[in-house]
Structure formats: C-alpha cells, structure tokens
C-alpha cells in the first residue's frame, strides 16, 4: 500500500512572539501544500527523498546521527516503526511547493504530512496523535516550537491558539485572500526568539504593556473576522506590525514593502518570526495587484485561507 498526506502551510495573521510567552495568536491554513508518500519497504532501511537531497538509515540507528533537515522525519518513522512493532522499513518521498525558511510553515506542514502519512502505512488517521507526533518531530530541530504551526496544519482554517489552552477554531463565513510577499532574507526563528526573550527581559514594562495591547487587538481583529470587515482587519494587521517593530523584528527592507504594498490592500504585516520571511497583505478576493507583482523584484504569492487541514489517502 502506498500512503499519501497532503498538509497546509500556514501564515500568522495576529501575535506571533507574543504567543511564545502565553499570549494569544491568530493563524491560518493556506493553499499551499506539503505532500508526503510513504511506503513498506522489505528492508531493515528509512529511505527519505526530497528535493532538499536524499537520506537513509538503519531503522535502529540514532536520529541525532542524521543531518539536521531529515531529523523530523526519520524520528516520526523510527517512533511508528517501534509503535507497531513493525520489522522492516520505510520509504519517505517529500514534496512541498511551500516556500522554505520564508515563515509560511513549511517544515511543520511536512512533519504533518510525513506523521499522517506514515501513521496510515498503520492504519491510523487519528488527528491528535498525528499532531502531537508532528510537534515532537518539529522539536528535534526547533526545541522551542510553540506547536502552533502544526496545529494548525492539521485543522485548517482559522484558529485561535495560546501555548498551554490548545486552540480553537474561528467560524468565519468568508475567505481570506492574501498576497505574500517573500523578502528573500532568510530568517533564523530560534536567534529572533532569542532577541525577543533579551528585549523582554531588558523591558519587561513596556514588553508586559505591549502584550495586554496585542491581547486587546486580537479580540478586536476576531470580531471584525467575524463580520468580514476587511478594513478594520487591514487595520489591525497594521497595527501589530507598529509592535513588532517595537520588540525589534522588522527591519527597513520589511517596512518598505508594507509601506508600498500597504497603499494598494487593506493592511500588511511581518508573518511570523520577522527579521526578514514574509510580509502578507490583506486583499480583496479578485483584486487585481498585477501592476505590483509584474514589476516588483520579489517573489509573491496569492494565497487563501483553507478551511481543510491535512488529508490522507492510499493508492
Ligand atoms: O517564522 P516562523 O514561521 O518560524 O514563526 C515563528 C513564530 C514565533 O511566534 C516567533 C515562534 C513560535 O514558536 O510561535
């Protein structure tokens, strides 16, 4: 039987940083996907392929043994291998049209991807267990992961998440339509983690101030998410890019294509861990913002939000 799981990647509309410290956050699912194939194989092998390169290990060697990049992926393996007292291996094809290190969720979307298509090589689809596989996997090269990128690869939609609650899903009768713009400066999460912990630590005033600000904008914006109101959306978006650049996450490339792209959309922001990744712009559904992409010199991208999170099918 050949297994294959399809997961979203994902954009961070509200909170991130502020969630690392049990403050609320706003995602969602996008139609851009990471899809993984998985196989039986007859030997005692973990074979992965991706287009990041090939890997392979005994299925009783260590994870830490292996390059950074498949360690997500042998680990999930080796964990549902020994789960099921399975006695050979397992083939792992990777493919993902997410960009990578961009904040657009593409490692946690194929650790979801690999957890749910492996799980059903076992006949297990049960979606806590796969995400909280996917989270474990995530922690072997992100030891700090808040879990929020996987949860919602795994829902879809758009959740609500706060680190120890879990997350709950938002009922809207519209979709999201955004345009990202993909800076091309690849951010480290772990390193702006990191600053952002020092700053906290320097500021705790203005850092505990600034949290109870995000608390109240993010109430605000799930209101207006909830009547369509993309203006005020717009708004608030703008408004949590005036602090994240007050925790020191933005930098002048970042403002200068929210400053352009701002005047032709309803609002736009850092998504994710900032210091470069991508900006993403609130837009009409349809709207036409081809003058700006054909000329811009950045990759961009349309997405909409994906009321379904990840799938899984045999062949
Ligand atoms: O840039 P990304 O997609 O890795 O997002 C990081 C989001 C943070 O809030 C900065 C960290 C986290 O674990 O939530």
């Keep these: 039987m050949t297994s294959i799981a399809k997961a979203p990647g994902k954009i961070i509309l509200f909170g991130e940083h502020f969630v690392v410290y049990e403050n609320r956050a706003i995602l969602g699912a996008i139609n851009k996907y990471a899809t993984v194939t998985s196989e039986k194989i007859n030997t005692d092998n973990i074979l992965i392929s991706s287009s990041l390169g090939q890997s392979s290990i005994k299925k009783d060697e260590e994870v830490s043994s292996v390059e950074k990049k498949f360690r997500p992926f042998f680990y999930i ?148 998410m909830k009547n369509n109101d993309l203006k005020t959306i717009g708004k608030c978006m703008a408004q949590n890019q005036i602090f994240l650049e007050q925790i020191g996450v933005s930098n002048d490339e970042l403002l200068s294509i929210i400053e352009e792209i701002e005047m032709i959309t309803f609002g736009a922001k850092i998504t994710g861990a900032g210091d470069g990744g991508c900006v993403i712009a609130l837009t009409e559904e349809g709207s036409d913002l081809s003058e700006y992409t054909n000329t811009t010199k950045y990759q961009t991208y349309h997405v909409s939000i994906q009321k379904t999170g990840m799938q899984v099918f045999n062949s």
């Excluded at 795994?154 to 879990?166: L, R, T």
């Excluded at 809207?172 to 713009?181: S, Y």
């Design 77 to 224: 393996a080796k964990q549902l291998i020994s789960k099921n007292g399975f006695d050979k291996g397992i083939s792992i094809k990777i493919e993902s049209e997410i960009p990578i290190g961009a904040g657009l969720g593409s490692s946690s979307a194929c650790c979801v991807a690999a957890a749910a298509s492996i799980s059903n090589l076992f006949g297990n689809t049960n979606e806590k267990e796969i995400l909280e596989l996917s989270i474990q996997a995530e922690k072997t090269i992100f030891p700090n992961s808040s879990g929020a990128d996987c949860t919602v690869s795994v829902h879809g939609g758009i959740i609500e998440y706060q680190k120890e609650k879990g997350f709950s899903k938002i009922d809207t009768k519209n979709e999201f339509n955004f345009l990202i713009i993909d800076s091309e400066q690849i951010h480290a999460t772990d390193k702006v983690v990191e600053r952002v912990k020092k700053f906290k630590n320097e500021n705790t005033n203005v850092f505990t101030e600034l949290c109870s600000e995000e608390e109240r904008l993010i109430t605000k914006a799930l209101e207006s």
